[in-house]
């Protein structure tokens, strides 16, 4: 399983990228991407998921 943005509510701020322990975000085609090969949903490292942690816009970063 892997998280995933609602490009469509991202505003892009760029708080995700760097709260990723699995290095999953990345700036791609003009918005914010995760990777789903590299995304680990935070398992074994953080309770939460850190992108929907620091997410300032609700329900943007999802499970996929
Ligand atoms: S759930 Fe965790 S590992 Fe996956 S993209 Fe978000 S911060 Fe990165
Ligand atoms: S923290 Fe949320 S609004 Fe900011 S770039 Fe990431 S997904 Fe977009």
């Known amino acids: 399983m892997a998280f995933k943005i609602v490009a469509s509510q991202c505003t ?8 990723c322990p ?3 975000i990345e700036f791609k085609g003009e918005k ?6 590299k995304c680990t949903e935070c ?6 998921q850190q992108c929907a942690s620091v997410c300032p ?8």
């Open 12 to 19: 892009q701020c760029g708080a995700c990228e760097f709260e």
């Open 22 to 24: 699995s290095d999953a």
């Open 32 to 37: 914010y991407v995760i990777d789903p090969n």
């Open 43 to 48: 398992e074994g490292v953080f309770e939460l």
């Open 57 to 64: 816009v609700p329900k943007t970063c999802v499970p996929a």
